[in-house]
């Protein structure tokens, strides 16, 4: 074993030991089974009957993203006092690339299912195929289209006629989110979702060049645009949603197309709210702290990886779910 | 080394608060051990009801919450822990890391398991009893019509997959990241190899699981349809998703297994690997492979005829880079100066063993004759045969290979052999019989079956018996070795072994390649 030089090598930080580990463990715990123990409630359970599931889920929860907080507290002040070697910060960036790698796979499984629905078990259902059996002795009457307008469950007289295979009220919604008139595309709420939400990845861009080129001032005010345009951007898909539930009967019992529709919406919803605050920290370091120089604003860069991953799955969302 | 190193820290807070990368592997193998013999008692459970025909002991929805769970703890709990534990341990001294790239994540990965197979198991007290659709979950068994304590396990499959993804995050970082100077990709151990496909394929398909799960969870509490053809879903998109993340988990589950008995044959055979650089590529041709088979354990749905194709053939592609395998390892042993320890026993069983598994493979893979086998105890031999005398025997003869390493004291030879002996016999004992009962039409997951299988299930169970009680002896050597050993000192515990683990102190010292070597 020989030695490098120590101007090659830096001593890579190894932190002696730590609680967060184990409180994040406790805290993811107790929020999933009290979330769990919510659903059940709500499912299975007797209205009458008080239980403390949501306080065990609000606790396990706080707890969790206390505890969260507190860790990046721990991992950003390590850095500012030079703990980080340039490897360490490689490991931090393979961490967060695999990570988004793992998020793409999980949206990966809900466009795979909407693709096999939309292109093998609708028109198998209708009776293409092999599925014609299936068509005349389960489903008689049942036309796909899609967006699916009327259920199987629908076509055959609802759940209270069909006296097999059934496992819920599925009935189908009155308007769907496919654009109505081509003419009134100014009209059109996801057009406008997907301006928004491109303009923010660019002005996230706009903020890093700034960043490089030492210029904080830039990169404050383009970041909080950023940062800005996401919220507007959730703001307008709760609007989405509302009347989604309240004018078009859309909601989760649609059948398939309410499914798939708020599953994609409603987790790449979930990822942009994550993405925007982790911007918005991004933000309050910088200005409220001073953070970031152009050679050091890893936790800057990752939030941005990140906000252009959660970009991307909208412009892929807009094209499979709405627009097609 | 230098006179600044810290020891570990006192009483029980080493352990809570670990971000050292042994402590956290010994962590991680002693929960697997105990998760190995939970799972285990399972299996004893279902085997004592199948001794004879007819009910004997148990009412069968507790039978099917026992292959549930039996099949869940040793997949999820048992084997996969015990892989990670063993990554822990040795990656970073076989690549000449101070420690794991982050070493907290590293702690949490651990601690999320126990609180959640903790979860698991209690279900079985919970209304309406635990999971008893079996270890595939499909729908609607794991839907419409399971028990409510299916919301907790589908949490905690959410929890076991998160604890999964961030431990092959962290593997990849360290692999890529902190090998010592000199350590190029090619020069990397074959069990560092293994681990850092096996960790690409942990990340890609642990979120399509937990994707499925979703989707579950959804179709239970929030009235979706996504495995529901009433809605216009389909309970098949299910069985699709699921054996999407399938498939390649089988490899996550035998990769790292190759990957050990890639060092240690040729240890105990005094020759360098054979094949070293067809070795690596074998390894990720079969990964890459595994994300396009993964129908073929669907033949029976009612695919077209083409995707049955398609399926059949990719599938018996992979017996291509298997194959490499199978004969690098075998000729890597042909003239070498082979001794035959307790770890080269185990490797030898699992080469044996593994193979015949992977034949069974094959001709399941042949679509019109698996829609013979299908669901039938043929399936399950095949399966014991790679996931047993595969992943398991391979980590047993990981355990006695580095256990002198990890502790400096030599276990006790002739225990190991015994141990060995016993566990290679009732092994075939158990599985054995199950291809004939399989082909003859014995249906798996079953608590009762037709009289002319009587006397090969009663073989059977004597075989898991004998194989289980074994066991105990192995955990007992183990226990022993770290307790009362003869102590060692040499460097190289094993005359032919290679490698840098081989070049620090035994027993390891608690910070290893703080300044890393050079490697020529």
Redesign the interface.
Known sequence: MTPQTSTEFEKYYVPEKSRLALCAATGLFLSLFGAANVMNDMTYGDPSVETNSWTIFLCGLFFFLATLFGWFRTTIKENRAGLSSAQMKKSYALGMFWFIFSEVMFFFVFFSALFYVRNLVGPWLSGEGDGGRMNGLLWPGFEYTWPMAITPQEAMGGAASQPIANNGDFVSFEKSMAISEASAWWKWLPLWNTIILVSSSVTVHIAHSGLLADNKRKFNLWLGISVLLGMIFVALQALEYYEAYAHYGLTLNSGIYGSTFFMLTGFHGFHVIIGMTMLLVQWLRSVRAGHFSAEDHFGFEASSWYWHFVDVVWVLLFLFVYVL | MGAHH?GP?KGL??W?????HKDIGTMYLWFSFSMFILGGSFAMVIRAELFQPGMQLVDPLFFNQMTTLHGLIMVFGAIMPSFVGLANWMIPMMIG???M????????S???LP??FL?LASTLFMEGGGPAFGWTFYA?LS??YAA?SV??F??GI??AG?SS?MG???I???V???RA?GMTYMKMPMFVWTWLITAFLL??????L???V??M??????????F???????PV?FQ??FW?FGHPEVYIIILPAFGVVSQIIPAFSRKPLFGYDSMVYATASIALLSFLVWAHHMYTV?M?VAGELFFMYATMLIAVPTGVKVFNWVTTMWRGSMTFETPMLFAIGFLILFTIGGFTGLMLSIAPADFQYHDSYFVVAHFHYVMVAGALFSMTAAVYYWLPKWCGRMYNETMGKTHFWISFISFNVAFFPQHFVGLAGMPRRIPDYALQFADFNMMSSIGAFVYGLSQLLWGYNVISTIVAGKPISDEKVWEGAEGLEW?VATPAPF?TF?????VK
Do not use: C, K, Y
């Open positions: 810290h820290a807070s080493r809570l608060f670990a971000t050292n890391a101070p420690d790239a982050l070493p907290r994540m590293n702690n949490w651990f601690w999320i609180p959640t979860l609607p839907t419409t409510p919301t907790f589908i949490f959410h929890m998160l993804i092959s995050i962290n990849i970082a360290t890529m990241n902190m100077p990340v890609a398909v642990m979120p399509v937990a994707g499925a979703t989707m969870l959804m179709d239970i509490h929030f009235g979706t349809s996504f529901s053809a009433a809605g216009g879903g389909d998109l699709h998703i999407f009612g077209p070049t910070h703080e300044t890393p070597p050079q």
